[in-house]
C-alpha cells in the first residue's frame, strides 16, 4: 500500500500562484508514477498532471499547461504541484496519486490521497 497526504491547498486570489505538496509513504517513492487529478463542484474528476518515476517523462493537461508544472523528489518521497496564474476555473479539489506504471498513472492510478481544496477568487 501506498499512503499519500496532500498538503499546500488554500484560497488565492486569480493571477496568484500555490504550490502543492504530496508526501508518499509505505512504499519505495521511486518506484512509482506520480500524478495530480482534480475535481470541481458538479463535475468530473480530471486528470491535471503525471511525472514518471524518474522524471524523464511529464504530461500535463491542456488545461493547466505553460501555468502548472509538476516535480518530484525521490529524496524526500515527496511530488510537487506548482500552480501559477491561478484561474477561478482552477478551484477544485486536488487529489495526489501514485501508480507502478506511468501510462495508468495518467487514466486508472491505483492510490489516491485524500485531497486539498484550492479555491481562486475572482
Known amino acids: 500500500q501506498v499512503q499519500l497526504v496532500e498538503s499546500g491547498g488554500g484560497l488565492v486570489q486569480a493571477g496568484g500562484s500555490l504550490r502543492l505538496s504530496c508526501a508518499a509513504s509505505g512504499r519505495t517513492f521511486s518506484n512509482y508514477a506520480m500524478g495530480w487529478f482534480r475535481q470541481a463542484p458538479g463535475k468530473e474528476r480530471e486528470f491535471v498532471a503525471a511525472?514518471?518515476?524518474?522524471?524523464?517523462?511529464?504530461n500535463v493537461a491542456d488545461s493547466v499547461k505553460g501555468r502548472f508544472t509538476i516535480s518530484r523528489d525521490n529524496a524526500k518521497n515527496t511530488v510537487y504541484l506548482q500552480m501559477n496564474s491561478l484561474k477561478p476555473e482552477d478551484t477544485a479539489v486536488y487529489y495526489c496519486?501514485?501508480?507502478?506504471?506511468?501510462?495508468?498513472?495518467?487514466?486508472?492510478?491505483?492510490?489516491w490521497g485524500q485531497g486539498t481544496q484550492v479555491t481562486v477568487s475572482s
Open positions: 496519486v501514485a501508480d507502478a506504471l506511468y501510462s495508468r498513472v495518467r487514466s486508472r492510478p491505483a492510490y
Open positions: 511525472l514518471s518515476r524518474s522524471s524523464s517523462s511529464t
